[in-house]
């Protein structure tokens, strides 16, 4: 019998991240050039909270019709990350199960877990992205 993967075999070891008091302009620039859609706030190297484009959508589209793209802009520049972000962060750890990773991703309808290591420091995520590619491509580094 095969030994269950964990997420420390699928997760993403480089990721990009915000801090607290980054504006939402820079955070909606990185991840539009990254291609990213989430990204997990830090404050002195410990997890506080993860803004999603899901956040990013929800604020943006509240005052979007009131606002020119030019005013819209300047709106997210006054907006600090800590104001939008998800601050109880459902998180993992290493050796968490990969079954376990998808069942709270589903059950809490999430799109990513930060993977904590053993001092409690983010050291990686696990996105849909990685469960679809451990569940059907397996042994395929992650793009």
Do not use: W
């Amino acid at each position: 019998m095969s030994k269950a993967r964990t997420a420390a075999e699928i997760m993403r070891r480089e990721f990009v991240s915000l801090q607290a008091g980054d504006r939402l302009d820079f955070a909606e620039d990185v991840m539009a050039l990254g291609r990213i859609r989430h990204m997990p706030v830090l404050e002195r190297g410990k997890l506080v909270g993860i803004v999603s484009q899901r956040d990013l959508l929800a604020n943006s589209l509240s005052k979007a019709l009131e606002f020119d793209p030019k005013d819209r802009r300047t709106f997210l520049k006054s907006i600090d990350v800590s104001e939008v972000m998800t601050r109880n962060v459902i998180t993992i750890r290493e050796d968490t199960p990969v079954a376990e990773a998808a069942r709270l991703m589903l059950r809490h309808r999430i799109g990513c877990l930060p993977v904590l290591g053993p001092g409690g420091d983010p050291v990686g995520l696990v996105t849909e992205t990685d469960l679809i590619r451990a569940a059907y491509l397996p042994g395929d580094e992650p793009l």
